[in-house]
């Protein structure tokens, strides 16, 4: 889900428990040969609440990719990995892609704050 009242990305792992995350759709950490956990350098889990639950979890980095098959449409993006939620259980999404413009978590840059760190053509980074 798109969350323009947020700058940061999640997603529900599935290190989650079932209680916890009921959603269906979790990511799964060991079927990823890029993903890189506490890629902040951090051993302690990071939270963050939303109007009425929160997660806390690993700052990560991976490929996120917005379409299936397609090698343009993924980005190496930080974010959150889920491993423990509170009052998250009506919410019928697995991960928040924020649009807000600025992170206030130093760990965590905002997404917005990323893609902008690409450069545009001839930037530091593509998008692989």
Known sequence: MFDTGSPMVYFLSDKCDKQLCPQE??????NSGTFK?????SKE???HC???GCVSGAVSKDNVCFTEGDDKSCLA???LSVDEAT???KDKFSGIVGL????DVARMPAFIEQVADLGGVGGGQEIQ
Not at 25 to 30: D, E, I, R
Not at 37 to 41: A, I, L, P
Not at 100 to 103: N, W
């Open 77 to 79: 993006t930080t974010f």
């Open 100 to 103: 807000g413009p600025k992170s």
């Open 50 to 52: 939303y109007g009425q």
């Open 45 to 47: 889990p990071l939270a």
């Open 87 to 89: 009052d998250i259980d």
């Open 37 to 41: 956990g506490n890629s902040d350098g």
């Open 25 to 30: 759709y979790k990511f799964a950490q060991s």
